[in-house]
């Protein structure tokens, strides 16, 4: 847990309550960036980063391709794109493209879970929230394949246990989490961090 | 069209053995094929090479550049999976809009008018440019300029033929886009192809060009490149926005596509934005 460099989050049905109160338990000071695909309808502006940012400290924008990621922002794939990250060095950007869509998602969680795999190794913890599909499954096993975590929303307290479920059949290194357990965790591994890091 | 690559374009440093792999599988098709590919955004570059991997019965990337490395035909196959070819009519019929309502009325005050399509694929953007000059009868002293790395693309936008099943759409778009006829007089009907008026074809000049390897080569009013950078990593895209820079005359037009922006961009002071949200851009003087 103290390598994590990014946190990148796979939602859909029933997903937007879950981020909430996932997400409203982080403080703005969060050391590190979050990517976050939520399946969305694709020919409307999503409200998806407006919604979160009122119940939440920390900075939601919608991502916007070649953005640097920071700490503390939660980048939201835009509807109809898919959202990927792209290393630079020591920095990382966002890197968005209107490829067909994988496994009948676009914004594909598994393409958003596999680049973050590539990009950083060791450093991706990847949380599988409520949805109907199967979406972020394998890109979860891509992520654990390269040294990396994955938690998955216990079942009893997803709205729509499919998608949690599906990365723990298919990641037996997966860990069935309840919100809550998640949100202690990623607020002790800041805890824990050497104040430098912190800063 | 043949240039030197840049040496100021470095790449990121690979952590998995797929990105090790596929850093090797890039440098040897740039020296062996001289396309360089090593600046593409990594993240959409690694599906595409998978999807090549599959197709050509190859389980890893080495295996790969082992094929493509000793087969030359074998390459240019794979440069259909390297590049994404898709492209329609109007494609974003607002933005064709706004470049017929503010654009060209402005390239109208020139004796001659240049445009150069980036990244053109298989032609669709130029035949609906040329349509749009046509309307406003400016392409009697146009010259589009469209280049493209992929040959076979661009023989088909060089012919202007396309399947008639895409047509319907092109057509709708074409209205939605402020097109003042029928985009049926523009095309004949032959069989199962939409053929475009060979005589708006004297106004268009294709060619090789890559943003990656290849410098200026004409100055224009307005660099029309939609969908290309998207599929570039930042150094490249800044790459291909200097050409665009140095290519523009004082004033002159950029247009986008709809997920790119230059707020990223080491470029961005130099453009003021005439349409943010359909990113349609214009030099500064
Ligand atoms: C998705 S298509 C865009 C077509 C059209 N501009 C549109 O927006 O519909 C991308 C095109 O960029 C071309 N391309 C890729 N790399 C290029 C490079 N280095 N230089 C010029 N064109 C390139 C590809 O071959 C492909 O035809």
Sequence with gaps: MERLKIVVIGASAGGVDALITLLRELPASFHLPIMLV??????????????????????????????????????????????????????????????????????????LFESAAHAYGQGVLAVMLSGASDDGAAGMRTVFALGGQGWAQAADEAAV??????????????????????????????????????A | MCGRPDQSLATAVPVSDFDIQLH??????????????????????R??????????????????????????????????????????????????????????????TYPSIKIWVAGCSNGEEVWSLAILLHEQNLLERSVIYATDINAQALRTAESGIYASNRIAQFSTSYLEAGGRRSLSDYYHAAYDKAVFDRSMRRHMVFADHSLATDNVFSEVHLVSCRNVLIYFDRR?????????????????????????SLAFSAHVDAFAPLHTEQRIYQLRA
């Design chain 2, 47 to 108: 599906r595409r090479v998978q999807q090549a991997m599959d197709h050509f019965g190859c389980t890893t990337v080495s295996g790969l550049q082992d094929k493509v490395l000793n087969d030359a035909e074998l390459f240019s196959r794979m440069l259909q999976f390297f590049t994404v070819q898709h492209s329609e009519m109007f494609r974003d019929p607002q933005h064709f809009r706004l470049l017929a309502e503010e654009v060209l009325p402005m390239l109208a």
């Design chain 1, 38 to 111: 939520l399946h969305v309808p694709p020919d409307q502006p999503s409200l998806l980063s407006q919604v979160l940012a009122f119940h939440c400290e920390l900075q939601f924008v919608e991502a916007q391709d070649k953005q640097p990621l920071q700490a503390g922002w939660v980048y939201c794939a835009p509807p109809g794109c898919h959202m990927m990250v792209e290393p630079d060095g020591q920095d990382a950007y966002v890197s968005l493209n209107v490829d067909p869509p994988v496994n009948l998602s676009r914004p594909s969680i598994d393409l």
């Design chain 2, 236 to 260: 490249l895209q800044d790459r291909a926005l200097r050409l665009f820079r140095e290519s523009l005359v004082p004033r002159g037009y950029l247009s986008l596509g709809s997920k790119e």
């Design chain 1, 161 to 198: 246990a499919t998608m949690p479920q599906a990365a723990l059949a298919h990641n037996p290194r997966c860990k069935e989490m309840p919100l809550r357990g998640m949100v202690a965790q990623l607020l002790a591994v800041r805890q824990a961090m050497p104040l430098e890091m912190t």
């Design chain 2, 24 to 45: 090797l599988l890039l440098e040897g098709v740039f020296l062996k094929y001289q396309h360089d590919f090593r600046n593409y955004s990594r993240s959409s570059l």
